[in-house]
């Protein structure tokens, strides 16, 4: 319900998400503000709505990219193996070595606080996981016999990877991706929290509990629905994952 509500936010008829009411600034639920206000008088429905496109969007697009990256290397490292394994193993160590919170502050600090270069951050930070995942998978894979017929058959390497070893490897990770969205999800919101992401007006979750942590005394509702919605939404994309994973169980696949 909450991906189609932010998938229809510009068809529902609901106020504009940046338009101000003066006269009821953090205004409890009442008639014409179902949730209320906030603390410039905005209605909360509605920048609940469209803040949960600017969150998913953000979560779904930097899982993809992270996804997409990490797939690609992790098959060509546990594929072909030897040095190229060894360069991309270095590489991953790496990048985890050093806080993913850090170089997405730095980042935002020399590109601006804007919803790309969190997708660009957040994607960038999600790729050594899915490299290890698809790596520890793809070695599993690369065992079995129809593999290794396919290579006595004389199937090029390429092509075995594409045609055996992609379809057996894709989904858990399509599964964990799931789970990667939610974690992301929450990055998003820590990070709008903190003033490094999606900055005002644009509404986005992280930032409706940033902007109404002053006011969590006398209107706590402004931090309380943001906060809840962030935390079914994620306990959704979880359970998501974890339902994908459990149909895939009967696969030889490794998970982390």
């Known amino acids: 319900m909450i991906v189609l509500a932010a998938i229809l936010a510009p068809l529902l008829p609901l106020p504009d998400p940046n338009t101000p009411d003066y006269e009821n600034i953090a205004a409890p639920p009442m008639p014409g503000h179902p ?12 920048r609940l709505v469209w803040g949960a496109q600017a ?8 899982v993809a990219l992270g996804l ?41 600090a020399i590109r601006g606080s804007s919803a790309p270069v969190l997708i660009v951050g957040l994607g960038a930070v999600m790729v050594p996981t899915f490299t290890r995942l698809a790596r520890a998978n793809t070695l599993v894979w690369t065992q079995r016999d129809f593999v290794t017929a396919a290579t006595v058959l004389g199937s090029r390497r390429q092509r075995t990877l594409a045609r055996e070893v992609l379809p057996n490897v894709l ?14 999800m929450v990055a998003e919101g820590s990070l709008s929290f903190l003033g490094f992401g999606i900055q005002p007006p644009t509404a986005s979750w992280g930032s409706m509990i940033a ?27 979880n ?8 149909r895939t169980a009967g696969r030889t696949e490794v998970t982390l």
Do not use: K
């Not at 359970?239 to 459990?246: K, N, Q, T, V, W």
């Open 35 to 46: 949730l209320g206000t906030d603390q410039l008088g905005r209605d909360m429905l509605s």
């Open 55 to 62: 969150s998913l969007q953000v979560g779904f697009v930097a």
């Open 68 to 108: 997409t990256l990490g797939l690609a290397l992790g098959l060509l490292a546990g594929y072909y193996r030897g040095w190229i394994d060894s360069v991309i193993s270095v590489l991953v160590d790496i990048v985890l070595a050093f806080p993913s919170l850090i170089f997405i502050m730095v980042l935002v």
């Open 171 to 184: 989904p858990s990770i399509l599964a964990y991706a799931f789970v990667v969205v939610a974690v992301v």
């Open 211 to 237: 902007g109404g942590r002053t006011l969590l005394y006398s209107a706590p509702y402004i931090v309380l629905f943001p906060s809840l919605v962030l935390l079914l939404t994620v306990l959704s994309f």
């Open 239 to 246: 359970f998501i994952g974890d339902y994908l994973r459990g």
